[in-house]
């Protein structure tokens, strides 16, 4: 069986230099929830503070919580961070959401608030989506070369690699 090499375009220098400069993912799947969590508890509670609960404000600096936690969560735990920002939303927006006083009241603004942001919600949460799935493919190809690699390796030396078929003609002893 035939199988076509997959070609990747290169990428631009300065696209890779620039990703050169980011730090490199690190962040467990519950460390990226806890970071989108705290950064959007602190984003509500200053945009409450000092903007009077503007959400604009809030829905802009959500994306960049959702860039932010895609891009450094760790390879392993990808589908943490378009899990883990819908919470983190949800957490901040008890800041500017409003409501009269009283727990049904501010549970009425909450859901009210998160009722009319809710595009910020999606679009933040998609983002994320994106850059998770953009980094699953790449894995996905590297692990696809690695293996073409080694089985090429393994045809010029002789060996066997684990996980290929044997060569037919050859039977087990």
Do not use: N
């Amino acid at each position: 069986m035939h199988q076509a090499a997959v070609r990747i375009a290169p990428v631009p220098r300065a696209v890779s230099r620039f990703a050169a400069r980011l730090p490199r993912p690190k962040l467990t799947g519950l460390g990226a929830g806890v970071l989108a969590v705290l950064a959007m508890l602190l984003v509500g509670g200053l945009d409450a503070l000092l903007l009077d609960g503007e959400p604009v404000v809030y829905g802009v600096f959500f994306v960049l919580v959702c860039l932010a936690v895609a891009s450094w969560v760790r390879p392993s735990e990808l589908i943490a961070a378009p899990v883990a920002v819908p919470l983190a939303f949800g957490a901040g927006l008890f800041f500017i959401s409003g409501g009269t006083p009283g727990f049904g009241g501010q549970l009425m603004g909450l859901f009210s608030t998160l009722a009319l942001e809710a595009g910020w919600l999606y679009g933040g949460t998609l983002a994320a989506a994106v850059i998770v799935t953009a980094r699953k493919a790449v894995l996905i190809a590297q692990v696809a070369r690695a293996r073409v690699r080694a089985r090429r390796e393994a045809r010029r030396t002789g060996r066997v690699v684990a996980g290929s078929r044997r060569p037919s003609g050859h039977t087990a002893s």
